[in-house]
């Protein structure tokens, strides 16, 4: 388990140090991030107040299947590409990345589906509908 951000809360630092497979990383330079979503089984992504997160998208595309917690705008970016779990119950998140290494069709459903959907979200497509938006307001 890798767990990858500037800042961890203290009881997961002390989860961390008691769990030989956890390892707190840090600032992770974006080539290595998108590595280590290719190397990874799933990624655990639990916000309770996105509005657009970039790490979803960026997983899809490289082929990491998504467990993740409804009730944001998440839903909304990955629709069927992720796993949704309660935000509040680990245990559920659990079962849901044992249930991806367990099912490898699902796996595979995940994987497809979230290259489909990261496809819909590239830069040039997001500048062409700006740059529409804005001249239909002008």
């Known amino acids: 388990v890798c767990v990858a951000g500037s800042q961890h809360e203290p009881t997961l630092q002390r989860s961390a140090e008691s769990l030989p497979n956890m390892d707190l990383l840090g600032y992770v330079p974006a080539e290595r991030l998108a590595r280590l979503m ?6 655990y992504y639990p916000p309770t107040y996105e509005t657009f997160g970039i790490v979803g998208p960026e997983a899809l595309a490289a082929g990491c299947p998504i467990v993740t917690c409804g009730g944001t705008a998440v839903p909304e970016i990955l ?6 779990v309660p935000p509040d119950d680990p245990g559920a998140a659990a079962d849901a990345v044992q249930s991806i290494a367990d099912d490898s069709g699902l796996l595979s459903r995940l994987i497809m589906r979230g290259r489909e959907r ?4 590239r830069w040039n497509q997001c500048v062409n509908r700006v740059a529409a938006a804005l001249e239909r307001h002008s």
Not at 79 to 84: F, K, L, R, W
Not at 118 to 121: C, E, L, R, S
Request: aromatic letters at 12%; zero cysteines; proline letters at 0%.
């Open 79 to 84: 629709g069927d590409s992720a796993v949704y």
């Open 118 to 121: 990261a496809a819909g979200y």
């Open 38 to 43: 290719r190397q990874a089984l799933a990624l």
